[in-house]
């Protein structure tokens, strides 16, 4: 599975970017495709996770009532809405997919066997 990873930019605090993460050909109808995130000098960190089929979700507490993961309009996309941006959320953000995540590890970023390219995302007055 080929991922694209797009929307990231530079915006403003308190500011809106959302984040699409596209699979080349193939739907991702039955994967968890989930976001993660470097920033520069961290290690990389979990940020929201979908399950296609039951579209439950997860997110990190950082990130909790202000991102949002959905899918998109197309099977191959989902979609990560970041509202009320914060400084703290400048990273390069990851999208990842996978058929075999136990609900119970989505937040560990070696579960995933696809990646996209990463998507840079700066906030920032």
């Known amino acids: 599975v080929q991922l694209q990873a797009s929307g990231g930019g530079l915006v403003q605090p308190g500011g809106s970017l959302r984040l699409s993460c596209v699979a080349s050909?193939?739907?991702?109808?039955?994967?968890?495709v989930t976001w993660f995130r470097q920033a520069p000098g961290k290690e990389r960190e979990f940020v929201a996770s979908l399950k296609w089929s039951s579209r439950s979700t997860d997110f990190a507490n950082s990130v909790k009532g202000r991102f949002t993961i959905t899918r998109g309009n197309a099977d191959n996309t989902v979609l990560l809405q970041m509202n009320r941006l914060e400084p703290e959320d400048t990273a390069i953000y990851y999208c990842?997919?996978?058929?075999?995540?136990?609900?119970?590890?989505?937040?560990?970023?070696?579960?995933?066997?696809?990646w996209g390219q990463g998507t840079e995302v700066t906030v920032s007055s």
């Open positions: 050909g193939r739907t991702l109808s039955g994967y968890t």
């Open positions: 990842a997919a996978d058929r075999h995540i136990i609900t119970s590890s989505r937040a560990n970023a070696d579960q995933y066997d696809y």
